[in-house]
């Protein structure tokens, strides 16, 4: 059985329209990606993928200093992660990027555990759902992996863009934490006219969990997914 999490102020699935006749709630899927849905962190996978292995590891060595600060609770979660994006991507062109991006999501299909991403395509696919993955890495790279599900909207974080140049900058809040609760409600306010289903794997998606009206923790974590 998944490992879940029911929020004790669960609403009726049957709710009244504005016209007054009973309609059904919608019921919306919220998945987190990294470690979720895929068996590896894809941001250190497309570095891998678009730098090479040398130019991985100098990269997380230049910053060890912050990604031990932040493992530890003491440097932020987005500025880190940035300091490194911005030290591998800075300067490239969109078009470039976008290009790694794509080559990258055909790439690595094999990352993607095959219990949560055959769950995400029956549900996307289903009457009065809602498919979301809500992540801390970039729609960028994600949503090359949700091509021919067109039922997936991605909810990740922003990169900046000048002029057709990466700045090496984040548009966005770190899509992480309590920015992930943020960020549903912003795309559906209305709290009152769906019934929301979270999965993660991590104290990153705990906020998420716990907004939810039914959390999965580490779902798909079976051997056959990988």
Known sequence: ????IT???VSPDVVSSASGTSVKRQTVHAFDFDGTLTSKDTFIELIRFAKGEKELWLALLRHVHLLVA???GLYDNGKAKEAVFSYCFKGMTEEAFDDICRRFASANR???RSGGIAMVGRLQAEWNTRVLIVTASSDKWVTPFFNDMPGVTVLGTGIEVKDGVLTGRFSTNNCHGE???RR?????P????????AYGDSGGDRAMLDFANEGYYRPFRKKNNR
């Not at 059985?1 to 879940?4: A, D, E, F, S, V």
């Not at 549903?184 to 559906?188: D, W």
């Not at 209305?190 to 289903?197: A, E, H, K």
């Open 1 to 4: 059985m998944i490992p879940h």
């Open 7 to 9: 929020n004790d102020n």
């Open 70 to 72: 932040m493992k530890l």
């Open 110 to 112: 094999r990352l993607l």
């Open 179 to 181: 920015e992930k609760v």
């Open 184 to 188: 549903i409600l912003r795309l559906l």
């Open 190 to 197: 209305d709290r009152r006219t769906y019934n929301l289903v």
